[in-house]
């Protein structure tokens, strides 16, 4: 069997910047191990598998190691293959998950705009283990559906912050959202996924779902300008609507070519 596959670059202008996603468009499903086995030779963050169906686009996502509910990065890198690659013909591209819902792309004056459900996160005690998660101390932290979010200082914490990967690989959880208010960007973050087989996330769109709210409540403002602190880089414009909340980027293509499976 023959497949197409892009290597995008989201969240970024640039090659070399932002987050990578692979993203192979499907006639059908293939069997989910079939689907593990790509992700994981492309050994990318997250590479995004998806098939039109009538008006919809159903889509999934995989890391090296494991599929999970939501990717920000890996839906931005879709519709971009969509407009620009596949000729797709409507500026709004009707995403679906099986896990998480309906989540609409709009192409918009040369960016994508990700609208996504908010995160459900509630306040919970700084117990050891989280404290001992990196060489920083946090002042507050928060449980969302599948992340936790660590609450820090200042920017600098952030940048300089060395994770413990053996803690958090142990969580119960995909993996933490650490964050602080920023210098010149409203907020920044980093996060850290190695339960999920990525030791460290460059732009994470889906961890926006719980830091655009919880930032939007701190600075009593719904649009705000973020920038996640990886190697890499990547900047997301978000903005706070209700249970919803819009993520705005842009991306570039790296590579196109065809596998063999």
């Not at 919809?56 to 890198?77: M, N, Q, S, Y």
């Not at 040369?110 to 101390?137: M, Y």
Request: with cysteine; charged share 20%; net charge negative.
């Amino acid at each position: 069997m023959k497949l197409k596959m892009y290597h995008v670059d989201a969240f970024t202008s640039e090659v070399f910047k932002g987050n990578p996603a692979g993203v192979c468009p499907l006639v059908e499903w293939l069997p989910d191990d079939a689907l593990q086995h790509i992700a994981a030779e492309n050994n990318l963050p997250e590479t995004a598998f998806y098939l039109i169906r009538d008006s919809k686009v159903e889509i999934r996502w995989f890391t090296p190691t494991v599929e999970v509910d939501l990717c920000g990065h890996a839906t931005l890198a879709a519709a971009f293959v969509l407009h620009h690659c596949e000729q797709y013909e409507h500026n709004i591209i009707e995403f679906y998950s099986p896990r998480s819902g309906a989540l609409p792309v709009t192409v918009q004056e040369g960016r994508l705009v990700l609208n996504f459900p908010t995160d459900q996160f509630t306040a919970i005690a700084l117990t050891e283990e989280l404290i001992s998660a990196t060489d920083k101390i946090p002042v507050a932290a928060y449980k969302g559906k599948t992340d936790y979010m660590l609450i820090f200082n200042n920017q600098e914490d952030i940048e300089t912050m060395r994770p413990n990967l053996s803690i958090i690989a142990g969580l119960d959880a995909r993996g933490i959202i650490v964050t602080a208010q920023g210098n010149t960007y409203d907020f920044v973050s980093r996060f850290f996924g190695p339960a999920s087989g990525i030791n460290e996330d460059p732009v994470t769109g889906s961890a926006h779902t719980t830091l655009t709210p919880y930032w939007a409540t701190q600075l009593d403002k719904t649009e705000l300008h973020a920038f996640q602190l990886s190697a890499r880089g990547g900047a997301v414009h978000c903005r706070l609507l209700g249970d919803r909340v819009e993520l705005a980027g842009n991306a570039v293509l790296y590579m196109k070519g065809e596998i063999y499976i």
